[in-house]
Nanobody
């Protein structure tokens, strides 16, 4: 199974981008779907996530600016990013969690670069 992100690019401060993440095949028993990002020299951080029960999580740094959604089939995840800031620059990864028995399997995409110019 592969997760493939798209939609990254170069945008000016205040601009918008919409990221997409699609699975190469159906993944059953998904218990979490989210987006993380990583900038050079920093650890990967969780930006937004659907958790069990469709609860939403947003990092404080993106609240009110980013919106995570998914399609009804739950095979595509989106991240609408508005009012982008230079500090949003980084590689954005989608990350899905699958329950397999008593364990959880993590899937990661290869990432898509987002660059916000000042």
């Amino acid at each position: 199974v592969q997760l493939v992100e798209s939609g990254g690019g170069l945008v000016q401060t205040g601009g918008s981008l919409r990221l997409s993440c699609k699975a190469s095949e159906n993944i059953p028993d998904i218990i979490g779907m989210g987006w993380g990002r990583q900038t050079p020299g920093t650890q990967r951080e969780l930006v937004a996530q659907f958790t069990r029960g469709s609860r939403l999580f947003y990092a404080d740094s993106v609240k009110g600016r980013f919106t995570i959604t998914r399609n009804n089939a739950r095979d595509t995840l989106f991240l609408q990013m508005d009012n982008l800031k230079p500090e949003d620059t980084g590689v954005y990864y989608c990350n899905w969690h699958q329950r397999v028995g008593d364990s959880v399997v993590d899937y990661w995409g290869r990432g898509t670069q987002v660059t916000v110019s000042s």
